[in-house]
Each structure stands twice: as C-alpha cells, then as structure tokens.
C-alpha cells in the first residue's frame, strides 16, 4: 500500500511547469560489488525519457553515463511544446555499510539543450503574448547517495549539487544576460524487483521525485523580469524506471563480487 501511495504522489506532482532547465533524476546506482552493472530505462511524466548504464570495473568503483530527450507538442509551429536533449558522465565510489545499506557518491559533467514555448491566453487581465526560450548549458556536479536493499524491495535518496553554467539563453531570439546559477537537488526513491535466488532478481521498477532548487540569494538576485526568473524556477519531477541488472544472469555468478 505505501509503494501506491508513493506512486501516486509521483503523479500528482509529475509537471515541472514552465523553465528552460531540465534535470535530469540522481543517480544513486544500485551496485554493491565488482563486476555489478545497472541498465535504466526512464519515463518522466512529462513528456521526457532517459537511459543509463553503470559498472562498477573494480571495487568501490564507480563509472556512469547518461543521455535524455524530451519532445511536447506537435510540431515547430505549435506555440505550447518543450524540446531538450541532454546527456552526462559521471565517476566516483560505493561503499557496503552492510547486507542492508550501501552509500555513495559521483562527480559528473552534463551539457544540455532545451526550448520552450508558451502564452499566457486564458489567464485573466493579461495583454496577450507568446514566449519563445531557447537555452544550451553545461553543468558540473557532485552526488552523494545512500539506499537499503530487501528481499523484495529498495528504497533511498540522493542529494546533487549542480553548478549550471549558460553558454545561452535567448527570449524570441533575442539574447539575454545569464551566467550561471547553483541547483540543489534531492531525489526520493522506492523500487520492487525479484526474489533473492532466481534470475528475476536481475529485474526492477522504480519510482521516484525529485526537487530541484536555486538558493534564495540567488533566485533574489535574478531580478523581477519573467526572462530573467524562468531559468531559475525551482521544480518538481517524478519519474517511473524499468532496471536491468545484468551480473544477475551471468553463466558464473562465482565471477560477481559483493
């Protein structure tokens, strides 16, 4: 009954309204040993996707890549649609706490672009008008994790500090003024996946939601105009993952290390 609860939650709050940056979810890998890897496949509810796969190639290692699209309305002269395509690295550790608990933490480098249009019709006592953002960005960032694994079941978090560098951003093809700005992120997540012993094991679902803040000094700074409080809107995600975790179905399990 709480992983219905979670998931519907999730739904609820699945819209990240109208901005220009897209995160992309934590990473929180679930490896716990040598020769471990985890496949993801990842549907927002938003119109968005991403894919992963992480290894670990030596114990307490951990490498891990990403890429993301995302795709709304029908065509380019639609004036509501969100188009973004991202992609990220990242290399870092893994350390067994217990049978249970597993902590961890990555750096990474993403780049991305997006664009956005939108109008404000039907809002009351607003002059008509439509937006039209475009953004190409890069970022850098640290990730540190933490999860508990059961027999049948996984839950744990992530926090991310991103530090989001624009190399532009532009309102009607018109260039606009934006530098950078710092993200917190924070991610929450419950999976299911097969029993302990059998080659089901190797498969699970995960939902998750996630948080994306920009510090208030920051979000303070940025000044009363829409162009210039767009990048910076704080947002919500929610995501549903399938998992594959192939070390589970090798021909020697003896060669997996936990």
Same mark, same amino acid.
């Given at each position: ?36 890897? =985890? #496949? ?12 992963? %796969? ?43 706490? @217990? ?12 780049? %991305? ?22 953004? %190409? ?8 994790? &933490?999860? %508990?694994?059961? =027999? ?9 500090? @991103? ?14 003024? #934006? ?28 939902? &998750? ?18 162009? =210039? ?30």
């Amino acid at each position: 009954m709480g992983f219905v609860r979670f998931a519907l939650a999730a739904a609820v709050i699945s819209l990240t309204g109208c901005t220009v940056y897209a995160p992309m979810q934590g990473a929180a890998p679930l490896i716990r040993g040598r020769n471990q890897a =985890e #496949l993801t496949a990842s549907t927002y509810f938003n119109s968005r996707w991403e894919a992963s %796969a992480a290894y670990s190639p030596l114990r307490y290692v951990l490498l891990r890549g990403a890429v993301g699209r995302g795709r709304s309305g029908g065509s380019a002269n639609d004036t509501v649609y969100f188009r973004s395509r991202q992609y990220e690295a990242a290399a870092g550790g893994y350390w067994p706490i @217990n049978q249970t608990f597993v902590a961890g933490g990555l750096l990474g480098y993403g780049r %991305a672009h997006t664009a956005r249009g939108f109008s404000n019709r039907g809002l009351p006592f607003a002059y008509h008008r439509l937006y039209r953002y475009e953004a %190409a960005y890069h970022r850098t960032f640290a990730e540190l994790y &933490a999860f %508990a694994d059961s =027999e049948w079941a996984r839950a744990g978090f992530a926090y991310r500090l @991103n530090r989001v560098q624009f190399d532009a951003f532009a309102s009607g093809g018109r260039p606009l003024p #934006l530098s950078r700005t710092l993200r917190h992120e924070l991610m929450s997540f419950v999976g299911l996946h097969g029993p302990a012993g059998t080659r089901w094991r190797g498969v699970g679902l995960q939902l &998750a939601m996630g948080l994306s803040v920009v510090p208030t000094s920051q979000a303070a700074a940025s000044g009363q105009g829409y162009d =210039e409080y767009l990048p910076r809107r704080n947002q919500l995600y929610s995501t549903l993952t399938l998992q594959l975790f192939p070390h589970y179905w090798v021909t020697h399990p003896q060669a997996i290390r936990e």
